[in-house]
């Protein structure tokens, strides 16, 4: 998360050779892959994966990157079908790394609404800062009524 993702890759390759079977930890993988434009090997860690939120969730990711919005709209769409109602940040998550920002900002507020407790965790995953330089980051961040040390971005 800190933008470093070939070292990122490596730590996590040795997390991964300790605890093969975790699922959050191919899915953290199949993320870095992405950003270093390893689609195809993205992919190839999701496929593996028992979970269907996590598999569909990190599908939508991939798939955009890889840049066949027919399939990434079909995913996407699914993802929000299945689990809109309970899943608002990584909904959120989604349409920021896909620079969508008006729905993002739509979802972060519901998941604010709603109480969320995973929104701390994913206002701090890379394609949120698709988000930044938007005045609505700012506003959004102070919503959140945190600390003054609290360790977000604020433009």
């Known amino acids: ?18 605890y093969p079977n975790r699922t959050i930890a191919r899915n953290i993988m199949a993320d870095i892959q992405i ?3 390893k689609y195809d090997v993205a992919l190839s860690l ?3 994966d028992a979970n ?3 598999d569909l969730y990190v599908k939508c990711k991939a798939v955009y990157a890889k840049g066949d919005q027919k399939e ?29 920002k008006d729905e993002a900002f739509k979802w972060l ?18 394609s949120m800062q698709n ?3 938007d ?4 506003e959004f961040i102070n919503k959140l009524d945190l600390p003054d040390d609290h360790g977000f971005h604020l433009d």
């Open 1 to 18: 998360m800190l933008g470093d993702n070939e070292v990122a890759e490596d730590y996590l390759n040795k997390y991964i050779s300790f």
């Open 35 to 37: 950003s270093l434009k």
């Open 46 to 48: 999701v496929n593996r």
């Open 52 to 54: 269907p939120f996590w």
């Open 72 to 100: 990434a709209d079909m995913l996407f769409n699914e993802f929000i079908t299945e689990w809109g109602d309970e899943a608002w940040p990584n909904v959120a998550e989604v349409y920021a790394f896909r620079g969508e």
């Open 109 to 126: 507020d519901l998941a604010l609404e709603n109480k969320d407790i995973t929104l701390l965790e994913i206002l701090n995953f890379p």
């Open 131 to 133: 988000l930044w330089g």
């Open 135 to 138: 005045p609505r980051w700012n």
